[in-house]
């Protein structure tokens, strides 16, 4: 990271004396998130010395470049809990800039209903992880992914563990998988911590809950993303949260679908994804708007093209989830070439696409998507398979 990015030098609670790390062991343990941000904010300033001047093991735990409720969540509270069983420093890294986090409208939401403050929190780019892993004080965790993006560098020597709930890519073989496929990772975090026999504090079980009814839908069967555990798990942080789960799904849902006044590329990057399969580069964006919606805004077509070639696409696909009577999803698809392979792939699978023969999106194939419980989860799983077999 630049000076700049840098914040101005603090008093570390983690990366100091064995009397210091003690504190911050403390301060993890038993009182509010905001003092562990605090400290792990405190820390980034010294991990720029030299080795020789700071030698000690870094654990980052990193969540997926979406930087959605789930992941934000997971990556802070797991942090905050192996914190508590080491001096060693654990960061917690979302994985994106901070210029684009206003963009996670929900997470910014349960900051303020939490008390937590955006600043104490290290991004992406402004923590150097090449650097740490060559000069091997690298461990890092992935939560709520289990395969790096390509803006994470070269370090997939140093992945340690992984907790997430996504197809398993069966990348870093020596790192100790947790890959199960429940609603919300966020309650393999919870699993994790209630196996360690960690007591949560309130604000931790909160921020965990939120994240586990917002991506089960409240935790409606109807939508098929609930699983038993996300259940137990809820029905275990309940009471540790204090919250009444109706109200916390209620206003933390719409402080997600609260994005009308986002501009188009605001949209497309506010809930983005990106992989490579067989050479070629996938994008995905999740947005809580109709497609109707997007087409509307002005400008909307060309700030598409505009992503596609700023991010070097080959494909980009829009899912859409939104309600109006009921729960609804949409798809769309941009390719540089021939599309009728790729649609014919997802229409041949559990999607139940209907083509849609008038939108406002330009070159783009759009769907009505009838099989409403499969989300990004499923789609881009079948992307990299149907893009890799080329």
């Given at each position: ?18 009397a ?21 904010r ?45 001096e ?21 939401f ?135 789960p ?91 070439d ?11 699978s ?41």
């Amino acid at each position: 990271p630049t000076s700049a990015q840098r914040p101005a030098s603090t008093p570390s609670l983690l990366c100091g004396t064995a009397a210091a790390n003690k504190n911050f062991r403390f301060a993890a343990g038993f009182a509010m998130l905001s003092a562990f941000l605090r400290a792990s904010r405190a820390c980034i300033e010294r991990l720029q010395l030299p080795a020789a001047a700071a030698p000690q093991l870094v654990t980052v735990v990193l969540g997926n470049e979406s930087a959605d409720l789930d992941s934000v969540c997971c990556a802070i509270v797991h942090a905050s809990c192996l914190a508590a069983q080491t001096e060693e420093p654990v960061l917690p890294v979302i994985n994106t800039l901070r210029a684009n986090f206003a963009l996670r409208t929900e997470c910014v939401f349960m900051f303020q209903r939490l008390g937590l403050s955006i600043s104490n929190l290290i991004f992406a780019d402004e923590i150097d992880l090449p650097a740490l892993h060559a000069a091997k004080r690298l461990q890092l965790v992935l939560v709520d992914h289990n395969k790096l993006c390509a803006g994470n560098g070269n370090v997939g020597e140093a992945v340690t563990s992984i907790i997430d709930h996504h197809t398993d890519e069966a990348q870093y073989p020596h790192a100790r998988r947790n890959i199960l496929p429940v609603g919300s990772c966020a309650t393999l975090v919870a699993k994790a911590a209630q196996d360690a026999n960690i007591t949560l504090k309130q604000d931790q079980a909160h921020f965990l809950l939120s994240a586990i009814l917002v991506d089960t839908v409240n935790l409606d069967p109807s939508k098929q993303r609930v699983h038993e555990l996300d259940k137990e798990m809820a029905a275990w942080l309940q009471p540790l949260s204090g919250q009444d789960p109706q109200e916390l799904f209620r206003t933390a849902i719409a402080a997600k679908f609260d994005i009308s006044a986002l501009s188009p590329a605001a949209l497309l990057l506010k809930d983005y994804k990106q992989v490579e399969s067989g050479g070629t580069h996938i994008g995905i964006s999740s947005i809580t708007l109709s497609l109707e919606q997007i087409g509307d805004k002005a400008g909307a077509t060309d700030a598409i093209e505009a992503f596609c070639a700023e991010n070097k696409l080959d494909v980009f696909v829009i899912m859409t989830v939104h309600q109006d009577k009921e729960f609804q999803r949409e798809l769309a698809v941009w390719r540089r070439d021939a599309l009728h392979k790729f649609i014919e792939h997802l229409g041949q699978s559990e999607l139940q696409l209907k083509r849609k023969d008038q939108h406002k999106l330009g070159n783009m194939v759009c769907f009505d998507q009838g099989a409403t419980h499969m989300s990004r989860k499923v789609v881009l799983p079948l992307a990299i398979a149907f893009f890799a077999k080329k």
